[in-house]
């Protein structure tokens, strides 16, 4: 196998690919998405169930001597590679991240109840952007902002909830809801879990060094900046092992079409920058649409019936934590 992975299946043991029902992964643009590295042993390292499953990438290789396949079911058009060396995680992509100190705690907000990363029913903070202007900007610091608490990011239909580039750390759990934007930012979770069930206007974009965003309309890109990580959108150390759940209802500008990143608002969902979670499960579930991602670094991928958009960041920024990282048979 050679070719550039930009999806790192970290878990050493167990099922770290699981791809069920008429699951799709695939470029932008209809373009063949850069690969997948698989670094479970187990038999069932990769599990692909249902029919009609479409895995466009440079490869899909797993340390594995065997993967499980059941019904009409297949990785076509790319096949999967067994007995791959296995491989380390590039030092790009071994981040040191900070343990949360100073945190905040936000007060005068009201409560909602939301589903979690574990599809469950959860009490969040929900953080306004009065909320953000008086309270959370105020304290970011050169290393960012540290925020104690579950806390939901929800803007308003016309006024989209606005972050300030720099690193936030959270010591509780994570959902995102509608009408978000921010643009160099870098979200830690120390120890939570991350939902994500929105489906409208949710644009977030790491910090990158260049100013070259695929895309109709080209935009300067945000430096790295009070604590934020180069190229990196969502983080968590090694230790956080709990469930993230991405569910988009029609994101990639709204439509059913995998597009390549744009630098204006979609009416779904873009994340531009890498997921950065070693230890996390991320379950993916699409509703219509397409999930719009630019990388993962996680221990297991566990994607239900949708289609993931793969915009390789590597392609679309110089200087990305992925850009030199290759995997060699």
């Not at 959270?170 to 929105?198: C, E, I, K, Q």
């Not at 977030?204 to 895309?215: I, K, N, Q, R, Y």
């Amino acid at each position: 196998v050679a070719g550039r992975a930009c999806f790192w299946l970290m878990n050493t043991s167990g099922t770290d690919f699981n791809i069920q029902g008429s699951g799709t992964i695939t470029g932008a643009d209809g373009n063949q998405a850069c690969g997948v590295y698989v670094n479970s042993s187990s038999p069932d390292s990769i599990v692909v169930k249902g029919q009609g499953n479409y895995v466009n990438t440079e490869f899909v290789g797993t340390v594995a001597t065997s993967w499980t396949q059941s019904g009409n079911s297949n990785t076509t058009p790319t096949p999967v590679t067994t007995g791959v060396p296995g491989q380390q995680l590039p030092q790009e992509l071994q981040l040191s991240l900070p343990s949360p100190s100073n945190c905040i705690n936000l007060t005068g907000g009201t409560t909602t109840t939301a589903k979690n990363g574990y599809q469950k029913n959860e009490t969040y903070t929900v953080v306004t952007q009065s909320m953000v202007n008086s309270q959370i900007t105020p304290n970011m610091t050169s290393a960012g902002v540290c925020i104690n608490g579950n806390v939901l990011f929800q803007g308003t239909s016309g006024a989209d909830l606005i972050l300030q580039p720099g690193l936030y750390v959270f010591t509780g759990d994570v959902n995102l809801g509608n009408y978000m934007t921010a643009t160099g930012v870098t979200f830690d979770l120390n120890t939570g879990n991350l939902g994500v069930t929105s489906t409208t206007n949710v644009n977030l974009e790491a910090p990158c060094v260049s100013t070259d965003l695929s895309g109709t309309t080209p935009t300067a890109c945000a430096p790295p900046a009070n604590g934020a990580i180069n190229g990196i959108l969502f983080a968590a150390p090694w230790a956080n092992t709990t469930q993230w759940t991405i569910q988009w209802g029609a994101a990639g500008g709204g439509g059913s079409t995998c597009q390549t990143l744009t630098a204006t608002s979609a009416a779904g969902l873009e994340f531009d920058g890498v997921i950065d979670a070693p230890g996390i499960t991320l379950n993916m579930q699409d509703a219509g649409g397409y999930a719009l991602i630019s990388g993962l670094v996680v221990g297991a991928l566990d994607q239900q019936t949708g289609s993931i958009c793969v915009t390789n960041y590597a392609s679309e920024h110089d200087g990305s934590p992925l850009s030199s990282i290759t995997l060699v048979e």
